[in-house]
């Protein structure tokens, strides 16, 4: 069986203490339609960590997991589209990241 793949993502919150405690409340109940479109999705665990106001996700997906056809997908999906509107209040993208783009792929630069 092929092995699983990891991506790491980064994002920004808007820099406000109150606003960062309403977003890890929501990430504390995520909503069940969400963690069924992630997990439909081919994501098998999805982490994510918070330093300040930048957030670094780590995400492991089958093999075949594809970021082009979970957007598709997502773009289907209403509560889906609702979350993510939800979701823009509290984030802010790194500067120079692509419009259209929130999540930020990273790249590796080091593995031991």
Not at 34 to 41: A, L
Not at 67 to 88: C, G, I, P, S, Y
């Amino acid at each position: 069986m092929p092995a699983k793949k990891r991506y790491c993502l980064a994002l920004d919150l808007k820099d406000d203490p109150s606003l960062i405690e309403d977003y890890k409340a929501y990430h504390r109940k995520v909503w069940p339609e969400i963690i069924k479109s992630i997990r439909d999705s081919g994501i098998q665990n999805m982490e994510i960590y918070r330093c300040g106001n930048r957030l670094f996700m780590i995400m492991e997906t089958d093999p075949e997991f594809s970021f082009e056809k979970k957007n598709a997908d997502d773009l289907r999906n209403a509560k889906v589209q609702e979350w993510e509107l939800l979701m823009e209040t509290y984030q802010q993208v790194i500067p120079g990241t692509e419009k259209g783009i929130r999540w930020r792929l990273m790249e590796r630069i080091f593995s031991l």
